[in-house]
């Protein structure tokens, strides 16, 4: 089983009463943030291109997209910008779906120290919670929004190699938006939802406040 979430070694330099584990319970995450950074990128390659997944790292980032709480503001970086992402993202909680898995590892080559950094990947916990692996976010944002993406990264790529920049941004922003969306629900209510099919939807209790 992972651990379902990650935290930076200066975590434990405080009074809090919680065990000495990376292993614990999201809730004891939550205390040390009051804002968080939901994030989202998206590549201008696919894995086939770099010798598969083992080599997300030579992905290159396209866009970066990511939901601030304490500005309450959408934000979308460019390659060149960043720098001004990672200072983002020391200062918060950094939120994401797969964001161990995929999103931090391709942003790692640019700098960003992950060392610094408290996250906590929904997807990870979602799985645990389940035991399934390889949930969807279309299932859980169907499940517990009942919306879904208009596009995929794939599709992504091919806006990047078509210079078609602005596309890309605003689909990177309704990811984000949906994470931020199912992450507030499960803190608000207890549980997210997953749609697998019509007839199928089973809710899962989180603990995510």
């Not at 790692?108 to 950094?117: A, Q, S």
């Not at 994470?179 to 803190?187: A, L, S, V």
């Given at each position: 089983m992972k651990t379902r979430i990650k935290l930076n070694p200066t975590y434990w330099k405080h009074s809090y009463c919680i065990p000495f584990?990376?292993?614990?319970?999201?809730?004891?995450?939550?205390?040390?943030?009051?804002?968080?950074?939901?994030?989202d990128i998206e590549t201008q390659k696919i894995a086939q291109e770099v010798g598969g997944w083992s080599h997300i790292e030579n992905l290159g980032v396209s866009v970066a997209c990511a939901y601030d709480s304490k500005s309450d503001e959408f934000l979308s970086f460019l390659e060149k910008d960043l720098k001004n992402l990672f200072d983002l993202c020391e200062e918060r909680l950094v939120v994401g779906y797969n964001i161990r898995g995929f999103d931090l590892p391709v942003l790692?080559?640019?700098?960003?120290?992950?060392?610094?950094?408290d996250t906590f990947d929904l997807m990870i916990d979602v799985e645990n919670l389940t035991r399934q692996r390889y949930l969807k976010l279309e299932a859980i944002a169907r499940g517990t929004l009942g919306v879904g993406k208009f596009a995929d990264g794939l599709q992504a790529v091919e806006w990047w190699k078509t210079g078609q920049v602005q596309k890309i941004i605003e689909y990177c922003i309704q990811d984000v938006k949906i994470?931020?969306?199912?992450?507030?629900?499960?803190?608000h209510n207890g549980h997210i939802k997953i749609q697998r099919s019509d007839e199928n939807i089973v809710q899962v209790p989180v603990q995510w406040n």
């Open positions: 584990s990376e292993d614990v319970v999201p809730s004891s995450l939550f205390l040390k943030h009051k804002h968080f950074l939901v994030l790692k080559p640019y700098g960003l120290d992950t060392k610094k950094l994470t931020r969306d199912i992450f507030q629900h499960g803190r």
